[in-house]
């Protein structure tokens, strides 16, 4: 069983996934805690609601970036946290953080990585007018939404798509591919050689446009 810790800044719906994938009874991983930066985060109470240890640690109350992520650290370890997934957390970390836990700190993007990196995924998306977007679930590394891609999901964009409804659209392929590139990894199917996540190939997820497969 993999205890994971899930930082958030907000209103929790992708932490909502990884709650409902974890009270399934085969599950591999279970949520040791929610963090939060953000004592307001909607989150919070999704946690509370499921019975699972909630800490707040407000970048406000720290003076750098180092002692903030000290803090959090020390959160993870009382909560013998053994991997990290940010789901909506929106502080950047430090090289020296993500290297303390290299290769044990999950996010999602809202984006088909490489692709539109940072804030604004769809708005960005249908300036550049893409044909396809998605989402995508990638180990940390220090550069921003940077590092080995475990899963994508891709859709097609509609003529009459706005960044509200493409954002939807995008979320509720989020909500899927989270839990299921945790499970991978709790599961032990996933290795990491350099800048790629190989996937154990018996293990690929049959879910139409999820895949680690070129399409
Ligand atoms: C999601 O779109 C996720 O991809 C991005 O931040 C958003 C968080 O939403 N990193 P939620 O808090 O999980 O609902």
């Not at 599950?27 to 909630?54: D, M, Q, W, Y």
């Not at 999602?108 to 007018?129: D, V």
């Not at 392929?173 to 154990?200: M, Q, T």
Request: hydrophobic share 45%.
């Amino acid at each position: 069983m993999l205890d994971v810790a899930v930082l958030i800044s907000g209103r929790g719906s992708n932490l909502q996934a990884l709650i409902d994938a974890c009270a399934q009874p085969d599950f591999p991983a279970r949520i040791v805690a929610v963090i939060s930066n953000n004592p307001g985060a909607g989150g919070l109470e999704r946690a509370k609601a499921a019975n699972i240890p909630t800490a707040v640690v407000n970048h406000r109350d720290f003076e750098d970036r180092e002692s903030f992520e000290n803090a959090v650290d020390e959160e993870l370890k009382n909560f013998k946290a053994k991997f990290i997934c940010l789901a909506g957390f929106m502080r950047i970390l430090d090289g020296r953080f993500v290297n303390r836990w290299k290769d044990r700190i999950l996010n999602i993007h809202p984006s088909l990585l490489p692709s539109f990196k940072g804030l604004h995924t769809q708005e960005r998306a249908l300036e550049a007018g893409v044909r396809f977007t998605g989402c995508t679930v990638h180990i940390v590394r220090p550069e921003m939404d940077d590092g080995p891609i475990i899963l994508q999901a891709a859709l097609a964009v509609d003529p009459e798509d706005d960044a509200d409804n493409l954002s939807a659209k995008v979320l509720e392929l989020e909500h899927i591919i989270y839990p299921e590139a945790l499970k991978l990894i709790a599961l032990g199917r996933v290795s990491i050689s350099g800048n790629k996540a190989i996937i154990d190939k018996a293990t690929y997820p049959d879910k139409g446009l999820i895949s680690p497969d070129p399409v």
